[in-house]
Structures are given as C-alpha cells and as structure tokens.
C-alpha cells in the first residue's frame, strides 16, 4: 500500500491550515455564507478543471448513475455545512480557538468509523481520541 497516502494527509492538513488564516483575512466585512458559497464555486471550478486535465471529465455522467452516488453527495451536503460552520466561526472567533475545536473532528470521525464501518479501535486508539480531544479543548481555551 505504500506511505503516499501519508504525504497526502500531511499535504490535506497543510492546505486546511492555510485555510484557515486566509478565511479569517478575507472574512473580514463580508457575509460567511457568502463567502462560503464563493469558496464553493472556486473550489467546483478548480477541481472541474483538474479533472478536465486529467481526461476523466467523461465520467462525470455515469458517476450519477451510481448506486455510490447517494453518498458522494450525502458528503458534500455535510462537507458544506461544515464549511458554512466553519467561516461563520472563523468570523466570529480566534482562528487557533476555532481551529482546535474544529479538529475535534478527528474525534468524531474515529467513532462514526467504528460505529458505522466496524473499524476497530485499539487501546493506543482510544488514549489517542482522548489526547486528541483533551488538546483540542486546551488549545481552544489557551486564552
């Protein structure tokens, strides 16, 4: 399986940390959900673009014949409501107070996966969700 998917998620966590200080400057005086929404059609016009790139613009069509795509879509139903969550918070608070609450989806993502994936969660897993969690609260309460 190699270690790529490792430089991918240290690459993810890279890029949602800029993020991050980049909504918080351009937050400034405008609407959340605006600027969310905004953020959405770029993110949509980039990402068409890459697969445009890539060829692979064809499979656009059949991926909505799929009995998958329920939950594709489901994901970005939540991904967006993520987000308008995020910006609104990014706009009313610290970033590193937002941000270490935010991450708390780490959390949650590791007991969603044991409940509804039956991926299983070791000792050294569960000491880990509870460091997690504990940080998360510390940083978000470090005023």
């Known amino acids: 399986m190699g270690y790529s ?3 991918f998620a240290l690459l993810s966590a890279v890029f949602a940390s800029l ?3 980049f909504a918080k ?3 400034q005086g405008v609407d959340a ?3 969310t929404t905004i953020r959405a059609f770029i993110t949509f016009i980039f990402l068409m673009a890459i697969i445009f790139v890539q060829g692979k613009l064809k499979l656009v069509p059949e991926f909505f014949t799929s009995k998958i795509a329920f939950f ?14 995020y910006f609104m918070a990014i706009q009313q608070g610290k970033v590193s107070s937002v941000v270490g609450i935010d991450h708390l989806s780490v959390v949650f993502a590791l007991i969603f996966a044991f409940v509804f994936l039956n991926e299983k969660i070791t000792l050294k897993g569960t ?5 997690i969690a504990l940080g998360a609260v510390l940083i978000a309460l470090q005023d």
């Not at 879509?73 to 409501?81: E, H």
């Not at 000491?127 to 460091?131: D, E, F, H, K, S």
């Open 72 to 85: 594709i879509i489901l994901s970005g139903i939540v991904g967006a409501l993520s987000w308008l969550f």
């Open 5 to 7: 998917w490792l430089l």
């Open 33 to 35: 959900n605006v600027a």
């Open 25 to 27: 400057i351009g937050l």
């Open 19 to 21: 993020v991050a200080i």
């Open 127 to 131: 000491m880990g969700i509870v460091l």
